[in-house]
């Protein structure tokens, strides 16, 4: 089988960052028991590199909700905003007045901090305080998606529909939305992969715990959903194993049948 697994929540704890140790076992034991492991996440390349010494047991990895495709090492497919897209979000952004941070596979870019509306997003880019993050005068040409919070969501429907025949958005709730190229998401990256290792959708399973991974979820032939997963995702799934730190990952795969 070619098995797909998001990463917070589902392979990482949400506040720990670690992945347990049942949850490593069984990802080892499928894999060597013939199955492909794959992560499919919507972090970036870069939003992943600072826990990739924790996901190297896996063949794929499929990264920025389908934006960037990687097999043992070889990057298959990459999609990033050219120039004149970018200039014209990060202008609507501002012109909306919708927060956002922009990710990309080297770097990731947020306004500055006066610039920035809502105490709500200046709180959340609190997080990622010394990591970095570029400008968005930097971020010209250079990111694959975004995320972004809007205290009015009308506003959000504006910016969509200038957008609707260019990106897609995922509504992470609260106000929060990661948005993607057109055509892009964890579901369109399961079917590239598949495709390329010439493996039927008939013999794919997904795990995951949070509206982003709906899609993931609903592409695969076999829907898990974590145990700590929310009510939406739970409703899609085919099985709802324990919460990842009562061994989730472990019963999925043992309910699976692939250990």
């Not at 997003?121 to 970095?132: H, L, P, T, W």
């Amino acid at each position: 089988m070619l098995i797909f697994f998001d990463i917070d929540g589902t392979l990482l704890g949400e506040w720990s960052h670690t992945m347990p140790e049942s949850a490593a076992n069984a990802i080892a034991a499928a894999r060597k028991n013939g199955h492909i492991c794959a992560v499919n996440t919507g972090r970036t390349k870069k939003l992943v590199e600072p826990d990739l010494s924790k996901l190297q047991s896996f063949d794929a990895y499929l990264m920025g909700c389908g934006t960037m495709i990687t097999l043992h090492e070889r990057v298959l497919f990459h999609r990033t905003f050219a120039e004149s897209e970018s200039k014209e979000i990060i202008e609507a952004l501002d012109h909306y007045k919708i927060d956002a941070v922009l990710e990309g596979c080297e770097n990731n870019f947020h306004d500055r901090i006066d610039k920035i509306r809502t105490k709500t997003f200046r709180d959340f880019i609190k997080r990622f305080a010394g990591q970095g993050y570029g400008s968005f005068g930097d971020a010209v040409g250079r990111f694959d998606k975004f995320f972004a919070y809007v205290d009015d969501v009308a506003r959000m429907a504006a910016f969509q529909k200038q957008f609707e025949d260019r990106l897609d958005l995922v509504d992470r709730k609260g106000g929060f939305f990661e948005i993607m190229p057109r055509g892009c998401s964890k579901a369109s990256a399961m079917d590239f992969l598949a495709g390329e290792l010439g493996i039927s959708m008939e013999d794919t399973a997904a795990l995951g715990d949070s509206s982003n991974d709906i899609p993931m979820l609903r592409r695969a032939h076999i829907a898990i959903a974590m145990g700590n997963a929310s009510e939406d995702v739970k409703a899609e799934a085919d099985y709802v194993t324990t919460s990842l730190e009562k061994d989730g990952v472990w019963n999925a795969l043992k309910w699976l049948g692939v250990i």
